[in-house]
């Protein structure tokens, strides 16, 4: 077994006793890199001699203890997440040179843990997609079938775990941008209750709904990971001040006695009959191992996705604004006037699903169209905040599918934005409502593409999340699978 292939906790053990060094691991991570990149596409800025470099400092220091939990483990962070002096693009064009002055606070969690960063991953331009084929530096391809789509906007960050070309990796979540890729490349992904971990430093989309969380090859790590990275953090407005729970120590409690909720607005029309094969199986399975299966309704389910494309766009037009050429980014050559040079270097430096997002955001704040649309949008986040706080009083969890269907094939959905949108809508209200999601690889379609199954709860339940989540991955047997397609 090649040491990039092995888990966070595995290789802890390892280091720990003295059996492997923190650049032995890292070279077995880079050689991987040679091996796969060119199929799979994972990395837009590989930061080699620095990861060795920081992998030779560990091993000098043997600094693995109980304080630096990620000491000598190389870890990859989607292209979003900012990291003093390396590229950080956030998949645009109009960011193709920037570097950043200073580290987000989850990259300083990340270094004071001892982790290894080895580079930057690929991701829809501004976390702005469904599939990961609207980044401007190449489409990256899914490790388990090369033609398919990695799924969005965290593409890169689930292609590389699955690809073995990082240990574990970083993403962001909007409406679905961990959940999703987790679910199509068949690797752990949690988007923690909004609050949870500190966004400073994360390039914003939408600053309501966007949240950072780990994606890994089993439930244990996506533990650990989330452990280090949550917390409270000043520089963030929107951080919440609460003691972070152990969450390792909630895995093996099991889920006798735990009421399961099953929304039955999740399992409507639309929905692959393979993918509910697989979700109606884990269903049984926790059935059988003691928790007791109820229905829930979540009755605004279907308005989640109108709501999500007027609030999301609208922040989006306001965070963009930013780009204007002046003080970073891509500026336009010889503009003759200002409003040329704001005008061109917008229209080359964005890409066209990020203009449509803008200018859609723009219109639903304008005068006269703001209390139709924008505010209209408010109103039905409340009931759907409404919608998961009743479900909640009758269970502990809720399951579902994460996607309507395993990944589509790369170029399919090209001339029908609509249906990619359409991907997100079970995802899509964990964001809006700020409850936290984990995907969790519960079975394979008849192509052979993973399936991900979705575990949501209450405000700051993730450790009721892990604690089905590990009983379910011990059922399944799916952890340690790894794609046949590279």
Same mark, same amino acid.
């Given at each position: 077994?090649?040491?990039?292939?092995?888990?966070?906790?595995?290789?802890?053990?390892?280091?720990?006793?003295?059996?492997?060094?923190?650049?032995?691991?890292?070279?077995?991570?880079?050689?991987?890199?040679?091996?796969?990149?060119?199929?799979?596409?994972?990395?837009?800025?590989?930061?080699?001699?620095?990861?060795?470099?920081?992998?030779?400092?560990?091993?000098?220091?043997?600094?693995?203890?109980?304080?630096?939990?990620?000491?000598?483990?190389?870890?990859? +962070?989607?292209?979003?997440?900012?990291?003093?002096?390396?590229?950080?693009?956030?998949?645009?064009?109009?960011?193709?040179?920037?570097?950043?002055?200073?580290?987000?606070?989850?990259?300083?969690?990340?270094?004071? *843990?001892?982790?290894?960063?080895?580079?930057?991953?690929?991701?829809?331009?501004?976390?702005?997609?469904?599939?990961?084929?609207?980044?401007?530096?190449?489409?990256?391809?899914?490790?388990?079938?090369?033609?398919?789509?990695?799924?969005?906007?965290?593409?890169?960050?689930?292609?590389?775990?699955?690809?073995?070309?990082?240990?574990?990796?970083?993403?962001?979540?909007?409406?679905?941008?961990?959940?999703?890729?987790?679910?199509?490349?068949?690797?752990?992904? @949690?988007?923690?209750?909004?609050?949870?971990?500190?966004?400073?430093?994360?390039?914003?989309?939408?600053?309501?709904? &966007?949240? +950072?969380?780990?994606?890994?090859?089993? @439930?244990?790590?996506?533990?650990?990971?989330?452990?280090?990275?949550?917390?409270? &953090?000043?520089?963030?407005?929107?951080?919440?001040?609460?003691?972070?729970?152990?969450? @390792?120590?909630?895995? &093996?409690?099991?889920?006798?006695?735990?009421?399961?909720?099953?929304?039955?607005?999740?399992?409507?029309?639309?929905?692959?009959?393979?993918?509910?094969?697989?979700?109606?199986?884990?269903?049984?399975?926790?059935?059988?191992?003691?928790?007791?299966?109820?229905?829930?309704?979540?009755?605004?389910?279907?308005?989640?996705?109108? *709501?999500?494309?007027?609030?999301?766009?609208?922040?989006?037009?306001?965070?963009?604004?930013?780009?204007?050429?002046?003080?970073?980014?891509?500026?336009?050559? &010889?503009?003759?006037?200002?409003?040329?040079?704001?005008?061109?270097?917008?229209?080359?430096?964005?890409?066209?699903?990020?203009?449509?997002?803008?200018?859609?955001?723009?219109?639903?704040? /304008?005068?006269?169209?703001?209390?139709?649309?924008?505010?209209?949008?408010?109103?039905?986040?409340?009931?759907?905040?409404?919608?998961?706080?009743?479900?909640?009083?009758?269970?502990?969890?809720?399951?579902?599918?994460?996607?309507?269907?395993?990944?589509?094939?790369?170029?399919?959905?090209?001339?029908?934005?609509?249906?990619?949108?359409?991907?997100?809508?079970?995802?899509? /209200?964990?964001?809006?409502?700020?409850?936290?999601?984990?995907?969790?690889?519960?079975?394979?379609?008849?192509?052979? +593409?993973?399936?991900?199954?979705?575990?949501?709860?209450?405000?700051?339940?993730?450790?009721?999340?892990?604690?089905?989540?590990?009983?379910?991955?011990?059922?399944?047997?799916?952890?340690?699978?790894?794609?046949?397609?590279?």
């Amino acid at each position: 077994m090649e040491l990039n292939s092995l888990t966070i906790h595995q290789l802890q053990e390892m280091l720990a006793k003295g059996e492997v060094s923190s650049v032995e691991i890292t070279e077995s991570v880079l050689t991987r890199i040679d091996q796969v990149e060119s199929k799979v596409g994972a990395y837009i800025t590989l930061d080699r001699d620095n990861a060795l470099a920081q992998a030779a400092e560990a091993d000098k220091q043997q600094a693995f203890t109980a304080a630096r939990p990620l000491a000598g483990i190389p870890l990859a +962070l989607k292209d979003v997440v900012c990291t003093e002096g390396l590229r950080t693009t956030s998949g645009s064009k109009i960011l193709e040179s920037f570097i950043p002055p200073y580290d987000a606070t989850l990259v300083t969690k990340l270094k004071e *843990a001892g982790a290894i960063i080895l580079g930057k991953l690929s991701m829809d331009e501004f976390a702005m997609g469904s599939a990961n084929e609207n980044c401007a530096f190449g489409v990256p391809h899914n490790p388990w079938a090369l033609d398919h789509v990695c799924g969005g906007s965290s593409g890169g960050s689930a292609a590389a775990v699955a690809a073995d070309e990082c240990i574990a990796s970083i993403g962001s979540d909007t409406g679905g941008s961990i959940r999703l890729p987790a679910s199509h490349c068949g690797v752990v992904g @949690v988007k923690p209750t909004y609050g949870r971990v500190s966004r400073y430093g994360l390039i914003a989309y939408a600053s309501s709904l &966007d949240q +950072l969380g780990p994606l890994t090859k089993d @439930v244990r790590d996506a533990a650990l990971m989330l452990k280090t990275i949550s917390g409270y &953090d000043r520089l963030d407005s929107t951080s919440l001040n609460l003691p972070v729970p152990d969450y @390792v120590a909630a895995l &093996d409690q099991g889920v006798r006695g735990m009421k399961v909720g099953i929304p039955k607005e999740y399992f409507e029309e639309g929905l692959a009959p393979e993918v509910e094969a697989a979700v109606r199986n884990t269903i049984s399975i926790l059935e059988k191992a003691g928790a007791e299966i109820i229905e829930v309704s979540l009755p605004h389910t279907s308005y989640g996705v109108a *709501a999500y494309y007027v609030i999301a766009p609208a922040e989006a037009s306001s965070n963009l604004a930013r780009y204007d050429g002046v003080r970073f980014g891509h500026r336009t050559k &010889d503009p003759e006037t200002l409003v040329e040079m704001y005008k061109k270097s917008k229209s080359e430096g964005f890409g066209e699903e990020v203009k449509r997002r803008i200018m859609i955001g723009t219109y639903v704040l /304008s005068a006269g169209y703001y209390d139709a649309y924008y505010k209209k949008a408010l109103q039905v986040r409340t009931l759907i905040v409404n919608d998961f706080k009743a479900a909640f009083a009758k269970c502990d969890i809720m399951v579902s599918p994460v996607s309507p269907s395993p990944a589509w094939r790369i170029g399919e959905k090209d001339d029908d934005p609509l249906s990619v949108y359409l991907s997100d809508i079970l995802t899509i /209200s964990a964001n809006l409502s700020g409850v936290p999601g984990l995907s969790l690889p519960c079975g394979f379609s008849n192509e052979g +593409l993973p399936i991900g199954l979705q575990i949501q709860a209450a405000h700051f339940g993730e450790e009721k999340l892990f604690q089905a989540a590990s009983c379910l991955e011990q059922e399944l047997g799916l952890a340690g699978r790894k794609p046949t397609a590279i």
